[in-house]
């Protein structure tokens, strides 16, 4: 498992194509012949990149659900919809096929976002405005999400 860190600015070009900057392919030189799946995110307007193994590791707790509970069925298909096998080429470019691309809204700056074993796939214009945006005070996100009381550890007195 590869914890990726960093936030990147590159390219793209008319294509659709973007170099992966050289601090991120290092990171993630280990599993580059593997090659990796691009989807939609479930809750932003960007990409996540997974490499091939933590796809699979997804995919195992995907498959695990009950395909003949409808709500299921329904996820998995809007899970995988415009899933896609994407490899980087022999210049060191992945390319974004149109469809992920057209869903991104991917302009000609990019910003790749390291979140633990994938990476997000953002036009730059809409990180910024995710990052900054005043209705989401961040602080006391953090608090909800990791400051549970106590957090399992018994306090001193």
Known sequence: MVN???TYECKADVKGRLMLPSPLKKQLSPILEEGFVLKRSVFQPCLELYPMGEWNLMMGKVNKLNRFVKKNNDFIR??????????LDASGRLLIPKDLHSFAGVSKEVVLSALGTIIEVW???????AINDAT???AQLAEEVMGGENDGID???
Do not use: C, N, P, Q
């Open 4 to 6: 990726l860190i960093g």
């Open 78 to 87: 809007r899970f995988t919809a415009g899933v896609k096998m994407v490899e």
């Open 123 to 129: 036009d730059k214009d809409s990180y910024e405005k």
């Open 136 to 138: 989401v005070d961040f």
């Open 155 to 157: 306090e001193l007195s």
